[in-house]
């Protein structure tokens, strides 16, 4: 890490459990211990069924998100940024708790995009999630896209301007993340279980450029055998140590 001057990092909800919003595919996480809740982020299904849809906007309320804020871990990573060895932090979160800890957005890549906006899948408009929360709170359950497109309302669905499964990421994110895994000269993985693809892919992308490979995870993952060094330690714990 120090001798390093052009370090990437990918993060996972790992990397977020210790802000109080609970991972996906842990031993804890949402879909390991309630399958069907993937169903909310399944693009067809959303869009398909208007109880699905529902109940999405019910636990779009609910979210730990809002509560949240970056911890330890998060504002190690800052360190990076201010130090100027930062290349590009590439997450695979949707709660914006990187940016909220001081990163600058422009080094930032959100493959999977962000919860703290909705788009209309219809015309594309996108704002302010918090917005469209004060909808719901006031008694519109599937809420509609209110964008005038010059015959009057658009009338789309909405949903958070997220990648559900099903939709392709955005391309112009990919390619940046995987070019800065290509020109890195370290991969710093944090709090990912290194299975969701394509994301997970720019561990070999930077392996193969030359770059080493440090894991910080509290489960084992694929990549483990061809990483320099794999800490399973607890990230807002460990990861200062590592960044200092």
Not at 2 to 26: K, M, Q
Not at 39 to 52: G, H, Q, R, W
Not at 113 to 123: H, L, P
Not at 147 to 155: A, I, L, Q, V
């Amino acid at each position: 890490m120090a001798a390093s001057l052009r370090i990437v990092v990918l993060t996972g909800a790992g990397i977020s459990t210790e802000s109080g919003i609970p991972d996906f595919r842990g031993p804890q996480g949402v879909w390991t211990k309630n399958p069907e809740a993937e169903k909310l982020a399944t693009i067809d299904v959303y869009m398909s069924d208007p109880e699905v849809r529902r109940r999405a906007w019910r636990n779009r309320l609910e979210s730990p998100t809002w509560d949240a804020r970056p911890n330890a871990g998060h504002r190690a990573l800052v360190d990076l940024d201010r130090r100027g060895v930062l290349h590009m932090l590439v997450t695979q979160n949707v709660d914006g708790l990187h940016i909220a800890a001081g990163h600058d957005p422009a080094r930032v890549v959100e493959i999977h995009g962000t919860m703290r906006e909705v788009m209309c899948m219809r015309c594309g408009n996108r704002l302010p999630m918090s917005d469209v929360l004060a909808r719901v709170r006031a008694g519109e359950a599937d809420p509609a896209c209110k964008n005038e497109t010059g015959g009057g309302p658009c009338g789309g669905i909405l949903k958070s301007a997220t990648i559900s499964f099903g939709q392709n990421l955005v391309p112009e994110d990919l390619e940046r993340a995987e070019e800065a895994a290509r020109a890195c000269d370290l991969l710093l993985a944090v709090g990912s279980t290194l299975s969701v693809y394509p994301a997970a892919g720019l561990v070999p992308v930077a392996h193969l450029s030359g770059a080493p490979v440090v894991i910080v995870n509290a489960e084992p993952t694929e990549y483990d055998p061809i990483a320099e060094a794999v800490v399973r330690e607890p990230i807002g714990q460990v990861l200062p140590k590592i960044v200092g």
